[in-house]
């Protein structure tokens, strides 16, 4: 169920701004929001839309996961200083989607505990969460030729940085949607496997048939220098390819990588403390040794080795020092080119 039902009720999600018309404009996604200490309140997610004349729509977007920064540092950026004359078409900037979360700086949101990533395509008469999907796949996605949606590892998890498309069923639609994150230029390019994929903003893009772009930049709860420099090139560099901006797309060097199959992933079976052998981005042959979990609550006890089930480098990795059962330990993926 990517796609929204035919016969839903209309969004009560009232943009302050018009979307179509010429120019820049900032305003917000009003989401009526009724509670304890404000009657007739509202939720209000900051949108900017940079619009000049006929062309294609791009819908960028961030902190889908409150807790990932790379993308609301660069929208940010760009929602201040993109100007209606570099444009042709329009641009709609979402730099803190799920905004209630990323106030709060929580994965999900606090209102409800929604995960926007898993809440698509939403309800209009559901959670604060469901009805920013809802709005989001059935008031702004019809609007986009492109969307880029920026994550990185949040507070759990840290990536090498990577541009990511899926396997689709369309050759035609996949290959866009490489071609649209080769042009984003992060250092690794990924054919992405996702643990599951309901939900996902991505999946409802794709179900559209649009060409998408989503990334893992970094993580850990911050953003860096480097993974911030990566998102705000990225997002330029897409924008040029999808032809709203003018000039040469940079064509940074990037190495594609590959998720094969859920042998990529390792999952801790019981908790402890979590002491990594190799580092993000460094090659792992199978069989090697990446991580052992130590018991913390005696001492004596032998730690469990997590190994890598093939060769490739690791991309992901657990980032707290504990880890609990059923945490992703960590990701390898294989190095195609
Ligand atoms: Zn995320």
Redesign the pocket.
Known sequence: MALPAPDLPPSPVVPTIDLAADGVRHGHLRLPYSRDDSAWGSVMIPICVVADGEGPTALLTGA??GD?YEGPIALYELARTLRPQDVTGRVIILPAMNFPAFEAGT?TSPIDKGNL?RAFPGRPDGTVTQKIADYVARALVPLADVVLDF??G?RTLDFVPFAAAHRLPDPAQEAACKAAVEAFGAPYSMTMLEIDAVGMLDTTVEAMGKTFVTTELGGGGTASARTAAIARAGVRDLLIHAGILRGAVARRETRWLDMPSGDCFAFAEEGGLVAFRVDLGEAVRAGDVIAEIAPIGRTGAAPRPYRAAMDGILAARHFPGLVKPGDCVAVVAQILG
Request: proline share 0%.
């Open positions: 889908n996961h990932e994965r990533n994550h990185s949040g």
